[in-house]
Every structure is written in C-alpha cells, then in structure tokens.
Nanobody, 127 residues
Framework: QVQLVESGGGLVQAGASLRLSCAAS????????MGWFRQAPGKEREFVAA????????YYTDSTKGRFTISRVNALNTLYLQMNSLKPEDTAVYYC????????????????????WGQGTQVTVSS
C-alpha cells in the first residue's frame, strides 16, 4: 500500500511562489508515474501536472504551463511542484497521485489512471 503525504501549502499573495512536496512511502516510488491535481471550492478536481517514472517527461495543463514545474527525486521518494507567479485562481486543495507500477503509459492527466492519492494541502492566493 502506498501512502502519499503532501506538504508546503499556505497563504500567499498573488505573484508569490510556493513549492509543494509529496512524500511517498510503501511500494516502489520509481516504478510509478506521478501527478498533481487540484480542487477549488465548488469545482471538480482537475489535472495540474504529470511526470514520468524517470522524471524525463512532464506534462502540464495550459493554465499552469510556464509557471509551474513538476519534478521528482526517486532516491528521496519525493515529488515536487514548484509554483511561481501564483494567481488567485490557483487557490485550491492540491493533491498528489501515483499510478500502479503496471500502468502502461509514461504519464497521465486522467484521474482514473491513478490508484493512490494524498490527503491534499491547501494553497490560498490572495489578490
């Protein structure tokens, strides 16, 4: 069983930066594609960014491309999301997610491809 624990959220002003972390335990971190999703109040959970097992391939939703960077350090079993130039519309609970080792793709922006989810960390951006 994989456990994912996010950290690094907080309250910041527009234009600021935050770095989220997701610590994984149980299972083999390097065998799983990983992703970040977010859910704003009153909205559906949406894709933010994804990364392949090796970290060489990344994918972003259009609204975060150029501002957010997803990365991973497999030796530390940790996933990161560097968020720059934050906007009020980035306010949400951010979740990390992991696929099964048997997932056939390199990365995914589809929630149903992920088998494990963290509890989320709140990011609030004030204007």
């Amino acid at each position: 069983q994989v456990q994912l624990v996010e950290s690094g959220g907080g309250l910041v002003q527009a234009g600021a930066s935050l770095r989220l972390s997701c610590a994984a335990s149980g299972g083999t971190f390097s065998s799983r594609a990983m992703g970040w999703f977010r859910q704003a109040p009153g909205k559906e959970r949406e894709f933010v960014a994804a990364i392949s097992r090796s970290g060489h391939t990344t994918y972003y939703t259009d609204s975060t491309k150029g501002r957010f960077t997803i990365s991973r350090v497999n030796a530390l079993n940790t996933l990161y999301l560097q968020m720059n130039s934050l906007k009020p519309e980035d306010t949400a609970v951010y979740y990390c997610a992991a696929t099964s080792p048997t997932y056939s793709g390199h990365y995914s922006y589809t929630q149903s491809d992920y088998d494990y989810w963290g509890q989320g960390t709140q990011v609030t951006v004030s204007s």
